[in-house]
C-alpha cells in the first residue's frame, strides 16, 4: 500500500492522520522469467510508473510480452483495489486468478494480453472504470472459460474478449450486475481468415454473449452451439464473409 496509508502500520511518515490515493506508487513489476505466488494479499494505491500515471499501468503489471521467456502469476484468496490503472495489467505471461476481489481500480479489473490463456474462477469483479476483464489472447484453438465469477457496477461490459488464434468461449457460472454495455461477454473483433470461434452455451440463460462492434466480421466460421444467446449492442451487426453456423435445436433454440 502506499507510504500515507494510515490504516495499516500507523502514521509510518508522520505527517499526521492521511490516507492513501490512487497512484501513490509504482507497481509490482514483474519481468521476463520471473514467477509469482500472492496469497491472501491486498495491494492498493498503486499504478503509477516513475513519473508516469496511464491506464496502461496497474497495481500488479507485466508488459514484457516475450512468447519464449515470460512471467508467470498466481493470485489467490487477495484483494486489488484503488490502483491507477488496471488493478492487473499482464502482457504476456500466464495468469491465474482465483477467489480474488478486484474491485476500485481506474482502468480494467485485469487486463491479459499475449500468448498465454488467462484462467479466472470465484472471484470478484466491481466498480472497475473499464471493463471487468479484457482478455487478448494469440493462442490457436483456445478455449476460455472463466468460471464462477461475479461482475458488478464495472464501466464497460463485464468481459471483453479477443481470440485471435480462434477456438471456444465458455464460460460457466458467471454472474453480472449492472455492468454499462452489458452483463455478459463481449467479442472484440471477429472470426479472421482460416480461423473457426465456438459460442458454447454452458452459461449463456444469464450470462449471453454481446456482439457491440457496428461490424464484426466473420472471415472464418463461427460456430454458435444449441442454446446460445446473442445480443446485439445499438447498431451494431455480424458481417458473414465465411461461414456461419447457428445450430439451435427445438429444445434450445439459440
Given amino acids: ?31 521476463q522469467g520471473a514467477a509469482g ?25 507485466f508488459t514484457d510480452a516475450n512468447p519464449v521467456e515470460s512471467a508467470t502469476l498466481s493470485l489467490a484468496d487477495s484483494i486489488i483495489e484503488e490502483n491507477y490503472g488496471s488493478g492487473i495489467n499482464w502482457r504476456g505471461g500466464s495468469l491465474t486468478v482465483l477467489r480474488s476481489t478486484i474491485r476500485n481500480n481506474n482502468g480494467s479489473g485485469a487486463y491479459a494480453q499475449g500468448a498465454f490463456l488467462p484462467t479466472v ?11 471487468a476483464l479484457w482478455v487478448s489472447t494469440t493462442v490457436p484453438n483456445a478455449v476460455f472459460g472463466p468460471s464462477g465469477n461475479t461482475f458488478t457496477n464495472n464501466s464497460q461490459a463485464a468481459i471483453l ?5 480462434g477456438g471456444t468461449l465458455d464460460p460457466v457460472g458467471n454472474s453480472g450486475f449492472s455492468n454499462a454495455h452489458g452483463d455478459g461477454v463481449e467479442l ?12 458454447a452455451s454452458r452459461n449463456a440463460a444469464t450470462f449471453p454473449f454481446i456482439l457491440a462492434d457496428y461490424t464484426s466480421p466473420v472471415e472464418g466460421t463461427l460456430n454458435l452451439q444449441p442454446g446460445v444467446v446473442v445480443k446485439f449492442d445499438n447498431k451494431s451487426s455480424l458481417q458473414v464473409v465465411g461461414v456461419l453456423n447457428i445450430n439451435g435445436t427445438a429444445g434450445e433454440p439459440v
Avoid: M, Y
Avoid at 492498493?44 to 491506464?55: D, Y
Avoid at 474462477?121 to 471493463?131: A, I, Q
Fill in 37 to 61: 505466488t500472492i496469497t491472501h494479499a491486498r495491494i492498493r494505491f498503486g499504478g503509477c510508473i516513475a513519473i508516469f500515471c496511464s491506464p496502461g499501468s496497474g497495481g500488479v503489471l
Fill in 188 to 199: 472484440d473483433g471477429g472470426v479472421g481468415l482460416g480461423q473457426t470461434l465456438t459460442f
Fill in 121 to 131: 474462477t470465484d472471484s470478484v469483479f466491481e466498480n472497475n472504470g473499464s471493463h
Fill in 1 to 31: 500500500t502506499a507510504l500515507r496509508d494510515d490504516t495499516v502500520g500507523g502514521d509510518t511518515d508522520g505527517t499526521g492522520p492521511s490516507a492513501g490515493v490512487k497512484g501513490s506508487w509504482g507497481a509490482i513489476q514483474f519481468r
Fill in 161 to 165: 474478449v479477443r481470440l485471435s488464434g
